[in-house]
């Protein structure tokens, strides 16, 4: 009986084994007023309110779910997944 439920719910997880995620990194967060973000153009700083050594976060649909670090992998960047969030 046991068997068959675990096989019942293995086969409704992989319907959503297809289901498309949203992934971002948060590198920082910052507020600005109004007047300064309309004088941001090519080249301006934005100063975030994370520090170079702590590490950046890993969003699934806007929700922490690990934290890690920046890595460059050929032409582009990577994550390097460091610690799982519960």
């Known amino acids: 009986m ?3 439920k675990r096989a ?3 086969e409704s997880i992989g319907i959503l084994l297809h289901v498309p995620l ?3 990194v ?4 910052c507020t600005m007023p109004i007047a300064d973000l309309l004088k ?3 080249g301006s700083i ?9 590490p950046v976060e890993l969003l699934v649909n806007g929700r922490p ?12 960047f990577g994550l390097r ?3 799982l969030i519960a």
């Open 26 to 29: 948060s590198l920082g967060n």
């Open 81 to 83: 997944i460091t610690e």
């Open 65 to 76: 779910i690990a934290r890690g670090e920046i890595v460059a992998v050929e032409n582009a």
């Open 40 to 42: 941001l153009g090519t």
């Open 46 to 54: 934005v100063e975030l309110d994370r520090d170079i050594d702590r």
């Open 22 to 24: 949203h992934l971002s």
């Open 8 to 10: 019942a719910d293995l």
């Open 2 to 4: 046991a068997t068959e």
